[in-house]
């Protein structure tokens, strides 16, 4: 409720009193409020209420994981005390220690809020490059940027108030409309090459400085992360790529002549897939550069521009006016050879372990010598925003006990309860919709045809707009399925005494260039 109200109020007090009208007056938390404020507005200073807050507040009272009303009642005293300027807000709340991490983010969301994009230090925008870095079962929307989300929710706005979206903001790909919006694109220059990317008037600028002839810097875009790039990994990081195999990006550039670039795509512990050096031309110009999409398990981890100087310069600039992509996606995965990341412990000071390029629900999963194997776990590759045209899956399904339980097939995956499936369990072969914890479809299929040992065959492909699955050579009657539902990741799972293990999988995916359709 604060956030919402920060948005049209511009008195912090007017804000707080305001949204201690939505819970319940005798409440514990509008009570915290209440005793802070009243603090406040008998003139103690900030030394002073945050002692009392302390010692009244302090987590010894208020047992649990996460201390709510502590936490409350020093982000009310910071809010009070800060005069409503942002740093010197944040500032007295991370000096007053305990959950800084939550206790920030809240503020900084309201205060945010308040004071709009002006009111907040550059030094405090910069150094986050427009990333956002999430954790959910949806590893390629845990790979975000901060305009990005701004954007769609935007968007989201105007839809609820009966606003139409200019068609600036509606253009797809990355753009560079929104102030700080880098779209996580960073420069690592070295000391010969001084490279610094900028928004100005709605494209990235990249000034280059003390430039020596033949001396190479870098512009790019993070497209996977890998354990050694994240600091803090205790809430279970899990990331799909956001570029694969298979996808064409176009650049549209322009700039000085006497600039050297060169596309590039990184794969992870992989080689470095160029184009062509180009010299730049002062109107803008599409280059195009192509991912091979013919080797095992690649991972794209980075993709962006090599820079070079024909000549020394200085205070000179290029222009990344959008970059575009076709969204195809092609994965080609022999799980074998496929490495598992070490992530450290998590929240709770468990070991913590991702399969490269996916995303576990649970830590039933593992890399063995003869493939992925699959116990009491969800595995999600692909990508939450694709739509998939063809899969293959060779995998066996193996049998732990008596007692039930079987393997599913997911497509069309959308959350961890929204997806469609093929599930093969003792009772035979079942075509099954969740949508939501309680609702779940089962519709029964033909009786499947496993080999000897077990072994299955699933080719997944789209003709003519909808989804055909075929066990073996032999094609599985589906009911339809709508164009709104037809999008999403592909997964594997195993439940009860199934026991799946996945030789190879291979993916065709179309993907559009953002989240929006999926909101």
């Known amino acids: 409720a604060a956030i919402a109200l920060a948005y049209t109020c511009r008195d912090i007090r007017e804000v707080l009193h305001r949204a201690l009208s939505y819970i319940p007056a005798e409440s514990g938390y509008a009570r915290c409020v209440q005793d802070v404020t009243a603090l406040w507005e008998q003139g103690l200073s900030w030394e002073a ?43 007295l709340l991370c000096e007053a220690g305990w959950d800084t991490d939550c206790t920030l983010g809240n503020v900084g969301s309201i205060l945010g809020a308040l004071v709009g994009l002006e009111g907040i230090p550059p030094h405090l925008i910069e150094p986050l490059e427009d990333r956002i870095l999430a954790s959910s079962c949806m590893g390629s929307m845990n790979l975000d940027t901060i305009s990005g989300s701004a954007l769609r929710f935007a968007k989201l706005g105007a839809r609820l108030a009966g606003m139409a979206v200019p068609p600036a903001y509606q253009a797809s ?31 990235l600028q990249i000034i280059v400085n003390q430039a020596f002839p033949h001396q190479v810097g870098r512009v790019f875009h993070k497209t996977y992360f890998t354990p050694g790039e994240v600091y803090d990994a205790r809430y279970q990081p899990s990331f799909s790529p956001t570029v694969y ?68 310069m200085s205070h000179q600039r290029f222009t990344l006016h959008a970059l575009t992509t076709d969204g195809r996606v092609r994965q080609q995965i022999s799980w074998p050879g496929v490495p598992l990341e070490d992530w450290g412990l998590d ?31 969800f595995v999600i590759f692909s990508d939450a925003a694709a739509s998939l045209q063809r899969a293959e899956v060779t995998a066996q399904l193996q049998w732990d006990g008596d007692g039930p339980g079987g393997v599913e097939v997911r497509f069309h995956i959308r959350s961890a309860v929204s997806y469609f499936a093929l599930r093969f369990d003792r009772d035979g072969c079942f075509f099954c919709r969740r949508a939501g914890l309680r609702h779940l ?38 009911p339809p399925i709508s164009q709104a539902e037809a999008f999403g990741a592909f997964g594997l799972a195993a439940d009860g005494c199934a026991r799946l293990l996945v030789l190879r999988t291979e993916l065709e995916c179309d993907r559009p260039s953002s989240f929006d359709h999926i909101f």
């Open 245 to 312: 195999p298979g996808a064409t990006l176009t650049f549209t550039l322009s700039g000085p002549e006497n600039l050297l670039l060169q596309l590039y795509a990184q794969e992870v512990d992989g080689p470095r897939h160029t184009g062509p050096a180009f010299a730049l031309t002062a109107e803008p110009r599409d280059y195009p550069l192509t991912i091979p999409d013919g080797r095992d398990n690649a991972v794209i981890g980075e993709i962006g521009l090599l820079v070079e100087a024909a000549e020394r």
């Open 173 to 203: 790909g990355w753009r560079f409309r929104v102030p700080y919006g880098t779209q996580g694109f960073v420069a690592r220059p070295n000391r010969y090459c001084e490279l610094r990317p900028l928004v100005r008037d709605g494209a």
């Open 347 to 377: 929240f709770g000071g468990s070991p913590w372990t991702a399969i490269r390029g996916c995303t576990t629900y649970a830590a039933g999963a593992a890399i063995t010598p003869e493939g992925l194997e699959i116990r009491d776990d």
């Open 49 to 91: 209420c945050l002692s009392t807050v302390l010692e009244r507040y302090d987590y010894s009272k208020y047992p649990g994981m996460c201390h709510i009303i502590p936490n409350t009642a020093i982000m009310i005293a910071a809010m009070l005390y800060g005069g409503q300027d942002f740093s010197k807000t944040l500032c």
């Open 441 to 478: 479809e089962r519709l029964p299929l033909p009786a499947p045809g496993f080999e000897a040992n077990g072994k299955l065959r699933l080719t997944f492909c789209r003709k003519n707009g909808s989804m055909c699955i075929y066990l073996s050579d032999v094609c599985l009657p589906l």
